[in-house]
């Protein structure tokens, strides 16, 4: 179980702080893969990077936290500061581009090497990884390469396979398949969610495609602008979403065969360094009152382990005339 307090995290920039994720406050069960969608800079690496403990300037966590409960000890306090010292073993994290994660200049192995422990038995824990690798169609050698003597689809594989071989209880995985073509991304993806399936443990799988999200998450997190603004099994958000940002991303995406006007969603999500009053999402919503643009909507269970932040959550959005 991760348990996220109030969480606001910073980046400090010559213009002054900015709050990247901003007052995120929710409780993710363990053994689900959780999809987190949202606009580009909405938070969501940002928020992975906490959970991750890993806290670089100028990313610094402003107040709240995180807790994680790990299912065989639940005494053990662990928190963003103590959670490092759970890297690979505990918790792992796919970032959003393995080229540049991945150090270019030192090969595979000795990138991965540097996190084992150092009473561990390397070159046996090294003969487990090559046997592991070549169960995920990789070539045992890969590991002995440097990260440009890999495809692409490959590098991002053995990202898989380094943040899995031992287990975690934790993935998070951000957008592990951008920048691939459509043949390796699946073949990725379905790795992925063997891989959970046998382990049972949490993924934390970002992606801006809510058709991927429909297809493999158990449960979704929206962010915008910063926020939280739903969380719910994908069953129920997917048929009955709360907010009407979820329903414009639900509703932009095309079914084949229907012919019905997709609309997306228009216009762009607030800076955050403007004054952010009431909803942020409020200028772009067919939903908006007074109401909306001065009071911010709190995050609450509106049913059974389902989350929104919004004044009119479940309403129906206005019909949407197909154009001549
Ligand atoms: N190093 C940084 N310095 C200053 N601001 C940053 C930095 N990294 C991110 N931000 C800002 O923090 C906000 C959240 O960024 P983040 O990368 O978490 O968004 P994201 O949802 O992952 O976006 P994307 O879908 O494009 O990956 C954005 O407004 C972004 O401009
Ligand atoms: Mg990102």
Redesign the pocket.
Known sequence: MIRLNQLVAT?T?VRGT?K?VDGVDLEIPSGNIVGIA?E???????LLKVIYGDLVY?LALDSGGVDYVFADDDRQEVTTETIQQYWFKRISYIP?SSMSSLNPVVKIRKQFVDFLEPKANKEETLDRVRQFIRQLDLPAEALDSYPHQLSGGMRQRMMVALATFFQPDIILADEPTTALDVVVQKGILLLLVRLQRQMQNTVLFVS?DMGVHYQISHRMLIMYAAKAVEFGESAEVFSAPLHPYTRMLIDSLPNIGDDHMRQGVSGRPPS?WDDLRGCRFAARCPLATQRCRDEEPAFIEHRPNHFAACHYAGDELPKVEPSA
């Open positions: 980046y920039t900015v990247a949202g580009s800079g909405c938070g969501k690496t940002t100028p959003q801006h955050l």
